[in-house]
């Protein structure tokens, strides 16, 4: 899926649910943030392995802008501020 933060469309990708039945509540459990090296990467290189932990917690994958499927953006606005 994409966000769009500040006019850039990033992707991430989610693999199962923050909330979990248990009893009769709902249970949040752990998120888990992958963020990839660079510059040129994606997030791919991360899917085999921690795929295995999405039954026990919420993994989230991101794609660094201007990397993956994520956009460059204008990069006059490519500022720390």
Avoid: C, I
């Avoid at 899926?1 to 039945?21: I, K």
């Avoid at 999405?54 to 993956?68: C, K, L, P």
């Amino acid at each position: 899926m994409f966000v769009t933060v500040n006019g850039v469309r990033l992707f991430v990708d989610v693999e199962n649910a923050g909330l979990v039945p248990e009893g009769g509540v709902m249970r949040e459990k752990p998120t888990l943030l992958l963020l990839h090296g660079g510059p040129g990467f994606d997030h791919g290189g991360f899917k085999p392995l921690f795929s295995r932990l999405s039954d026990v917690a919420q993994v989230v994958y991101y794609d660094h802008r201007g990397n993956g499927r994520s956009e460059d953006g204008d990069r006059s606005a490519w500022t720390l501020a």
